[in-house]
């Protein structure tokens, strides 16, 4: 869908980019572009577009026609720059000249860049991009991947389609979905009763992620987006690009702050090196929390996680394997394991998620 129209609002934030015009006949519209990330690799700027602009556009709208919220493709500037705003979107041929070169590295802001680090890794520090979604091992299949949840914090998406996901048949009761249907995300975990009926009834506004709360570490290091890892004498520190999410991993037991020590959503992670490439890892401490252990399934306060991490011969990937227990809403062990691929090339951009703008699909449920 093409549109024309003014700038009413602009946002440069995180997770999207927020906009809302006003068009000619009066409409007013919503409309979502990439992270700040996202948008600044396809040679943006948080002055690229203003109030007042006159600009055009094409974005694909919600599947509810009644609702004007769409996510954008690519936007025609008021002073006649072409650039794409999310993904797999193309410019039309006849704007091409108009199309903005893309930033070598991903685009720049001196005040938020940080330099990218090392080629390879001798230590884990570096910046590190999830290399696949994290996969489920032992006790269940693969889940599906949530819809939509590339650019967003734990899978949160811009799908126009948001409100249907819902639907998704069977799976919940053991059975099957009919053919051609996901099955909900969750429905092949090894969950209790009480885990399954929350499942069941699980709603899209509840996700963690509309307010900018990230998934905890290790989940959040397979889930979309860059992870600048830091490595000190007592501690590793590990934090996610978009959401600006900080999660930290104690080598040094005198180290840790009293504050830590109280449960949290996080909880409290402790490591020790069994060699140079790897470093095994538990994490107690946790409070309940809505979606703890995945996407509509919680956790409680009996949850606990043990892992590893290693580092590649040649310092260019990482592997990470992690067993969460908790017998309120898990029947068995689960046992995921996920990778990460250096980005040397790439610059770790500080622009952490704003709680109004993440919200902002949930008017449109």
Known sequence: MRMTGTVTEFRWVNPHILIR????????????????????????????????????????????PEYKYALMRWVLTADGQALNAMPNSIVPAEFANGVAQQPAGGGRDSAQDLSALADASTDFSGIWSPASPSRVIAGTERPARAAGSGGAPGGRGAAPARGQRRAAAGGNDGTAPAPGARAAPGSNLPLTELARNELAN??????????????????????????????????????????????????????IPEAAHQPSRD?????????????AFGISGFTAATWGITRGVHSSVEKSIEGRMSLSEDGKGIDIAWTTLDPIYLTEPLVRTGQLSVQPDREFIRAVCDPDASAVPLEFE
Request: proline share 4%.
């Open 202 to 255: 699980m709603r899209q506004s509840d996700n963690p992620a509309y307010s900018c709360i990230e998934e905890n570490f290790p989940e959040f290091m397979t889930t979309p987006l860059m992870i600048r890892i830091d490595r000190y004498e007592d501690r590793l520190v590990l934090e996610k690009q978009n959401s600006g999410a900080v999660r930290t991993i104690w080598l040094d037991d005198a180290a």
């Open 267 to 279: 909880g409290l992670a402790t490591g020790a090196f069994e060699n140079e490439r790897t470093l």
């Open 21 to 64: 015009i006003e068009l000619d006949d009066g409409e007013e519209w919503t409309l979502e572009a990439h992270s700040v990330q996202g948008v600044m690799s396809y040679g943006w700027e948080s002055d690229t577009i203003e109030v007042g602009d006159r600009i055009t556009l094409e974005a694909a709208p919600h599947s509810n």
